[in-house]
């Protein structure tokens, strides 16, 4: 019966294949075959007995059901999979299975394979995402639009500006990812407390063999776990990504709203519903998913904090959150790259509503343009605040535009003539530096991926 929306409404096919227990268990296995294969490299095992361990080390011959079989009469996860391995092995080679390590070193190890594999399918998605938004942006450096801040209209802005906004901040996640990646996935095969005692002189070189045969590069120093500012860290990254998000969706359902419509995700009237009652409604379900979830993914930096400070050379609290958090986070992350990625392609752009909500206050978002105007001329920037301020507050207050307000001040003439004032109005002028802003962004990502 399944209990967990991952189980069958959220994530995909390739990360869920990840984190699958077919999958973790096949990892394992791989680093209890590059251990003895390091091993008979460096004469602690006969060759021929890693050669045996290493064919053998396959969920074709260990499987899922066998392991856990013993688990329930060992009550241990490691000494299932190294008792399973040894009993499929021929001749003596299975009493070799699992020499001079302990159970994290395999679990440490088998599961930076797992995260990387994870990072770098994400890392795929946020180029994807990246991509398309700055593809956006190209197509809209121009498309001008109310700036808001503080919810309320501000002055005029691009859409191009938002999107290659948030395509900066993607690239910035993907680095995060990469530097994250070197940290955290690495090779572990130093022992019981790190010390590698049990292997002997030739310790350090198995921990060395075993990282380079598993294509990691091998941990510098530990204790009995790679230290879990590493996991933290990839955690605190899937949450910082699930924040760009998470903040490029709110964006998207603030501007569907009915009062404002300028743009909203894609609703096919042929066959979707927005409302069981409602017949009218066309709901922002995939912003408001990918929002939902990335409060979950957020919510799991706290124990992944936690998991660092742990009881001398270790002890078990980090592990049975890992167990949850370490998938539940990957797959979920993965799971609203995939919705945004949607979302993004799909987006729909109402043109005369941004026209119109441009203009909504009557010109009144052009009264910082016309202080720098008049301090252009020659009035005092104080003087020019003071009289663009007074003509703004009565133009709310009485509902005419500010063009006209302004034009009915006695001393307006001497710095500015009506034409002046009549393209002062205009917000498709009032860009700044946008555009070369945008274009930079754009000239810069050539070099991103």
């Known amino acids: 019966m399944a209990i967990h929306p991952i189980e069958f409404r959220y994530g995909t096919p390739e990360m869920k294949k990840v984190w699958d227990a077919e999958n973790k268990l096949q990892k394992m296995l791989e680093v209890e075959a590059a251990l003895a294969e390091a091993e008979a490299l460096l004469k602690l095992i006969p060759e021929e007995a890693a050669h045996e361990i290493k064919s053998k080390a396959s969920t074709q011959y260990v499987t899922k059901e066998r392991v856990d079989e013993i688990e329930r009469e060992t009550n241990h996860d490691i000494a299932s999979i190294v008792k399973a391995l040894a009993e499929v092995c021929d001749g003596d080679a299975g009493e070799y299975v699992h020499f001079g390590a302990t159970s994290n070193d395999i679990i440490d190890s088998s599961q930076s394979l797992l995260l990387k594999d994870s990072?770098?399918?994400?890392?795929?998605?946020?180029e994807r995402l990246a991509r398309i938004v700055l593809k956006l942006a190209d197509e809209h450096k121009k498309t001008v639009c109310i700036g808001r801040t503080h919810g309320q209209h501000a002055l005029p802005t691009t859409y191009g500006m938002k999107f290659?906004?948030?395509?900066?901040?993607?690239h910035r996640q993907y680095e995060r990812l990469e530097e994250c990646k070197g940290r955290l996935c690495v090779g572990m095969m130093t022992g019981a407390v790190g010390t590698t005692a049990a292997l002997g002189e030739e310790g350090l070189e198995v921990h060395f063999k075993v990282s380079e045969v598993l294509g990691l590069p091998p941990v510098l120093i530990s204790n009995q776990v790679v230290q879990r500012d590493n996991h933290a860290e990839y955690i605190m990254d899937l949450a910082n990504l699930a924040s760009t998000l998470d903040k490029m969706a709110l964006e998207i359902r603030n501007l569907q709203r009915t009062e404002i419509r300028e743009l909203g995700e894609s609703f096919d009237p042929e066959k979707q519903v927005g409302s069981s009652t409602m017949p009218h409604k066309m709901n922002p379900i995939t912003a408001e998913r990918i929002c939902g979830v990335s409060r979950v993914i957020k919510a799991y930096t706290s124990p992944a904090l936690q998991n660092n400070a742990l009881w001398h050379e270790r002890d078990l609290t980090n592990s049975s959150s890992e167990r949850i958090m370490l998938p539940e986070s990957s797959?979920?992350?993965?799971y609203i790259l995939n919705l945004t990625i949607k979302l993004m392609e799909k987006l729909v752009f109402y043109p005369e509503n941004i026209e119109k909500n441009l203009n909504l206050t009557g010109g009144l978002i052009m009264a910082e343009r016309f202080m720098a105007e008049l301090t252009r001329k020659g009035m005092g920037r104080q003087t020019a605040y003071a009289m663009v301020r007074k003509c703004a507050l009565e133009a709310n207050k009485t509902g005419s535009s500010l063009?006209?307000?302004?034009?009915?001040?006695e001393d307006i003439s001497d710095y500015l003539t009506p034409e002046e004032v009549e393209e002062i109005m205009d917000p498709h002028t009032?860009?700044?530096s946008s555009v070369k802003m945008v274009e930079k962004v754009l000239d810069?990502?050539?070099k991103w991926f």
């Open 430 to 432: 009032y860009l700044g």
């Open 403 to 409: 063009k006209d307000v302004v034009l009915q001040q």
């Open 119 to 126: 990072i770098e399918i994400l890392q795929e998605k946020v």
């Open 164 to 170: 290659a906004l948030w395509a900066d901040e993607l």
């Open 331 to 334: 797959i979920l992350t993965d």
């Open 444 to 446: 810069e990502s050539k």
